[in-house]
């Protein structure tokens, strides 16, 4: 059995330590699935279609860090500050630069208490 602790352990090891890895500072802001913020009127419909329910871990993107920095749509992202990783579901419009939007269900509250934050991002790279 610890043979096969060891051998798991290594591979595991390699794994991470082949997989490249970038962080990027970035504004963060928050936002919520009610009708006031939403052009459509489907505040539960992402950019690409996926359907935002209260409780994902999701986040919106600008369109820069897709085009430039290697982001994609279903990648995962550690946030500094935050337990855990934030799936990439959403979009931004075009204005926006080097910001992410974090999805905060229906708690206008809550995403107003978060603000305006300055954070770094951490994914892999493909």
């Not at 897709?66 to 500050?81: D, V």
């Not at 910001?99 to 809550?110: A, T």
Request: proline residues 2%; glycine residues 8%; positive net charge.
């Amino acid at each position: 059995m610890k043979l096969a602790h060891y051998i798991l352990s290594f591979l595991l090891f390699t794994l991470v330590a082949c997989t490249e890895t970038k962080t990027l500072e970035v504004t963060a802001t928050a936002y919520n699935s009610v009708e006031s913020q939403t052009k459509k009127g489907d505040a539960e419909t992402a950019a690409w279609g996926d359907k935002l329910r209260p409780g994902m871990k999701a986040v919106a993107v600008s369109r820069d860090l897709l085009k430039e920095e290697g982001i994609e749509h279903g990648s995962e992202l550690r946030i500094s500050g935050l337990p855990g990783t934030y799936r990439v579901l959403d979009k931004m419009n075009k204005r926006w630069k080097k910001k992410i939007d974090i999805y905060m269900g229906e708690n206008v509250q809550r995403a107003k208490e978060w603000g305006r934050q300055n954070v770094e991002i951490t994914w892999v790279l493909d």
